[in-house]
């Protein structure tokens, strides 16, 4: 069907697949059937995809922001079809591999230095439910269970499960319509926007106050570091990141940071925590790690996190078990 030649397909070819897609595929944040039909692509090079007609457009989303080295480079194609001779996939339950320890070596090394225990995710959205589900484990291990609810600010996006729609922005995210059946979090407003911007004595008197309100129930402080990515790349001044870092140190709770977005250079430093010199216990990486190759993602903490909730009645066994089988 598809004229690998020249990359095209015929016009009658290109018209099933999207009369088909229309049909059947629902995609994200689409009705079904679309509203307006998908572009078939048929191949992607560089900054480039190519439409069923031959057709080039540039991608300048990256797809979402994930294909930060360009689409086949051959660094990655080689290095995919390489290991393809090795193995696709094993499980994580008891076994590791060279890759995934290269990896975690690798991330440890570009993270800033307290953040050594990796948590891989096969989604961003799944590496904040980890976050998440990490800062109350960890008060669970505390004996705090009473600490469930996580301070966060307005205009956030992380992710589209069920723990992440709780923190998304309650009104303008795209998850207002379930919010009745969501975890209630504690939600400062939106930092003011301006990466320059003096930063407002009012807003983080206001921060302050909501985090003293609230002291005793709060698990973690979650934010996406000095960009609001999904909330309209909305910038915002380091400053305030580094009120969030004095915010969780004076309740004594893990600072969150989702990089999802941010990590890996994409705002002139390599982390978004850069900027403001601010270094998480709990760090989500995604999007760009795989170059857009696969859905990957990971959740980074400290070893003071990981020692805790390790440490706790609700831990995995500290003496390795080889895995259970269904059944
Ligand atoms: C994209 C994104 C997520 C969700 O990642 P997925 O891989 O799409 O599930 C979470 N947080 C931020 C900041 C993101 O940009």
Known sequence: MIDLQLGRMSPQAAEDLVAF??????????????????????????????????????????????????????????????????????????????????????????TPGPLTKVFFADSGSVAVEVAIKMALQYWRSRGRPERRRLLTVRGGYHGDTFGDMAVCDPVNGMHHLFGDVLAQHVFAGAPPSGYDAEPDQGYLDGLRRLAAEHADEIAGVLAEPVVQGAGGMRFYAPEYLQALRETADELGVPLILDEIATGFGRTGEMWGCDHAEVVPDIMCVGKALTGGYMTMAATLCTAEVAGVISGGEAGAPRRSAPPRWPG
């Not at 009705?31 to 057709?55: F, I, Q, Y």
């Not at 989303?61 to 990655?76: E, T």
């Open 21 to 110: 897609d229309r049909e059947h595929i629902w995609h994200p944040y689409a009705p079904m059937p679309a509203a307006v039909p998908s572009l078939p692509v048929v191949s992607a090079a560089g900054t480039r995809l190519t439409l069923a007609d031959g057709t080039e457009l540039i991608d300048g989303m990256s797809s979402w922001w994930a294909a930060i080295h360009g689409y086949r480079h051959p660094k990655l194609d080689a290095a995919v079809t390489a290991q393809l001779g090795k193995m696709a996939h094993v499980m994580f339950g008891g076994l590791t591999h060279p890759p995934a320890v290269r990896l975690a070596r690798k991330l440890v090394d570009l």
